[in-house]
T-cell receptor
Framework: DSGVTQTPKHLITATGQRVTLRCSPR?????VYWYQQSLDQGLQFLIQ???????AKGNILERFSAQQFPDLHSELNLSSLELGDSALYFC????????????FGQGTRLTVV | AQTVTQSQPEMSVQEAETVTLSCTYD???????LFWYKQPPSRQMILVIR??????QNATENRFSVNFQKAAKSFSLKISDSQLGDTAMYFC???????????FGTGTRLKVLA
């Protein structure tokens, strides 16, 4: 158990809909990262937050948004969903300024039908 | 821009044998961290081993060890006494101390044969 909790584990939704993925980082970790992994693909960086502030943005679509709340949990919002958004979405967390390794949650498997 | 390259899409090894997975990276930063992650069929991302660039000694974790060649920007993973449970996708990852994201390679799919 990495200590990072993602909910839900599975999500099936229709095209055009909006969903919210939730992530609770490891206790004490200030940084949260979101990655997208399509079937048999690598991990694509979406966005990173540190203590509530956005620090880095990757190839995140305008239809996607995220935030980190004061209690450090994070949510990734995906709207106007398309079939191509079907993927495994990972949240990871890491410590503060020590820049140590990232620990991953189990992922949320999103299926858009 | 930093990049991570894994040139071996797939590999196989006999149980109990040793296998080495390759990874090269490119960066202009002097201080950074390198990682190997394992993704078994369950799709969970599991940290296998990490290496700090300022440390000359290669990291070791039980049957897993790395060969870190800083000048060559190479970071290979050696798995000794391979076990069936080592069957997984392995990702090499880089994080610079001055950057905010972890950069992953495309992965190497390893199959351990009985």
């Amino acid at each position: 158990d990495s200590g990072v909790t993602q909910t839900p584990k599975h999500l099936i939704t229709a095209t055009g809909q909006r969903v919210t993925l939730r992530c609770s980082p490891r206790s004490g970790d200030l940084s949260v990262y979101w990655y997208q992994q399509s079937l048999d693909q690598g991990l694509q960086f979406l966005i990173q937050y540190y203590n509530g502030e956005e620090r880095a943005k990757g190839n995140i679509l305008e239809r996607f948004s995220a935030q980190q709340f004061p209690d450090l949990h994070s949510e990734l919002n995906l709207s106007s969903l398309e079939l191509g958004d079907s993927a495994l979405y990972f949240c990871a967390s890491s410590g503060g300024h020590l820049n140590t390794e990232a620990f991953f949650g189990q992922g949320t498997r999103l299926t858009v039908v | 821009a930093q990049t991570v390259t894994q040139s071996q899409p797939e590999m196989s090894v006999q149980e109990a044998e040793t296998v080495t997975l390759s990874c090269t990276y490119d960066t202009s930063e002097s201080n950074y961290y390198l990682f190997w992650y394992k993704q078994p069929p369950s799709r969970q991302m599991i940290l296998v081993i990490r290496q700090e660039a300022y440390k000359q000694q290669n990291a070791t974790e039980n049957r897993f060890s790395v060969n870190f060649q800083k000048a060559a920007k190479s970071f290979s993973l050696k798995i000794s006494d391979s076990q069936l449970g080592d069957t997984a996708m392995y990702f090499c990852a880089f994080k610079g101390s001055g950057t905010y994201k972890y950069i992953f390679g495309t992965g190497t799919r390893l199959k351990v044969l009985a």
